[in-house]
């Protein structure tokens, strides 16, 4: 040690500055918080207006694309609703206070009933299904009903040359809406 070095030494014993410990675990917090805040920086490419705008579009554009083939794909496999053909029911039973119309869609993967009612108890549980030749009950779906007009749609897993009769039953097992396949 020089004299230099001497005399610094000795300057800082007689003021006597206290230094506390460092604590080392408020050291590696310290680090961590530094380390965790670099990772959750933006990228350089966010930098500048101009890449935030370009990536804008570009998401833009992808969700464009997305919902094209998306809608693409949902054509290929629907049937084209002005080739569906649907029979009107013109038998159709009601039970008291409940109004209805029906028609019948005969799908290659099963019947469906295109059903519009009204009357049914707001809340309470409808459920119809498909009565077959074979004496099977085939469930078709089910609702809530709403007290008021309701548009709905049920299929089931039968042929419509397997069934003989459709019913909205109530939660009491009681049919509100029924027909016979013709």
């Known amino acids: 040690m020089n004299d230099d070095d001497e005399l610094l030494d000795r300057l800082g014993q007689a003021i006597d500055p206290t230094v506390p ?26 930098r ?45 039973e009601v039970a008291a206070g409940v109004t209805a119309s ?25 459920r119809m299904v498909f009565l077959t030749a074979d004496g099977r009950e085939v469930d078709a779906g089910g609702f809530v009903g709403t007290g008021q007009l309701m548009k709905c749609r049920n299929n089931g897993a039968a042929l419509k040359a397997d069934v003989t009769r459709w019913t909205v039953l109530a939660p009491t097992g009681t049919e509100v809406v029924a027909a016979d396949i013709t």
């Open 48 to 92: 500048s207006r101009r890449s935030v705008l370009g990536l804008g579009a570009l998401a833009a554009g992808s969700a464009a694309a997305g919902v094209a083939v998306g809608v693409g794909l949902t054509s290929l496999f629907d049937e084209d609703p002005a080739k569906v053909p649907m029979q009107a029911v013109a038998d159709l």
């Open 21 to 46: 410990p460092v604590d080392p675990a408020r050291v590696q917090a310290v680090r961590n918080l530094a380390a965790s805040s670099a990772a959750s920086a933006p990228p350089a490419v966010l």
């Open 102 to 126: 029906a028609s019948v869609i005969d799908h290659t993967w099963g019947l469906e009933v295109v059903l519009d009612v009204d009357g049914l108890d707001a809340g309470e549980p409808y």
